[in-house]
């Protein structure tokens, strides 16, 4: 079931996702794709949304263009939120004039053959040196645009037009937890060893989901994230394996 917002606007439209949640599909206000402006409007959302329903929220889960709403069914309904959003919708949609709150990343990670299978593969593809790619990787400023996949997985865009590589056509039984890797316009970092379909291009020795910790994650939606390139015996200490 998918609902319009009030004006032309504002064309964001509101899915009912399951009993206990909500699906606002920003899809329209980002013609060209996820961008910078959307990441505002979803800091915005971040921002205002848990003021706006208060304890009835219990969850919201950003993605590249949309953002899940969980709540309490025993505090409040699809409808309630729904008239609520409306009558808020001005404030909620409105790009953040900053964004102060977001965090900057840095990840070490070692670029090698033995760390990123894929490297030269890649480098060759795109017709530059292994140098020249990891220059362009790690240069690059990376927003958070999701997180899924597996805890800790952020999908990072966007890479350098230049080495946009289109994914495995046969992918990896298993990748090696803290592998970075790129496909398509985007990269990630691998948090746990798992099946995987994206090119490899090095080992990042940090850990990116802990379970017991205060947040589990080291990043969330809307973040930087930058990567180091350092050499083997860094990568050692700060404790990478190969």
């Not at 404030?91 to 977001?102: D, E, G, K, V, Y």
């Not at 690059?140 to 890479?159: E, H, K, M, N």
């Not at 379970?211 to 973040?223: I, K, Q, S, Y």
Request: aromatic share 8%.
């Amino acid at each position: 079931m998918h609902l319009q917002l009030l004006s032309a606007e504002i064309p964001v439209r509101l899915r009912i996702h399951s009993e206990q949640a909500l699906l606002l599909d920003l899809t329209a206000l980002a013609p060209q794709g996820p961008g910078p402006k959307l990441m505002q409007v979803m800091h915005s959302l971040r921002t205002h949304l848990p003021l706006l329903l208060g304890d009835a929220l219990l969850e919201l889960v950003p993605s590249y263009t949309s953002v899940l709403i969980i709540f309490d069914v025993l505090k409040t309904d699809h409808g309630e939120i729904w008239q609520k959003i409306i009558s808020a919708q001005t404030q909620l949609f409105r790009p953040a004039s900053h964004t102060n709150a977001n965090k900057i990343i840095e990840l070490p990670c070692y670029y090698s053959i033995k760390s990123g299978p894929d490297l030269a593969t890649v480098a060759a593809l795109h017709q530059m040196t292994i140098s020249e790619l990891i220059k362009l990787h790690s240069q690059q400023s990376y927003q958070v645009y999701a997180i899924g996949f597996a805890p800790g997985f952020a999908y990072l865009g966007f890479t350098d037009p230049r080495i946009n590589t289109p994914r495995l056509a046969n992918p990896r039984a298993t990748v090696a937890a803290g592998s970075v890797a790129i496909a398509d316009r985007q990269t990630a970092v691998y948090p746990a060893a798992s099946p995987g379909g994206w090119h490899l291009l090095g080992n990042c020795p940090t850990p990116l989901f802990d379970l017991h910790a205060d947040p589990m994650l080291p990043f969330a939606v809307g973040d930087t994230v930058r990567f180091v390139p350092i050499e083997l015996p860094e990568y050692l200490k700060l404790g990478g394996q190969l």
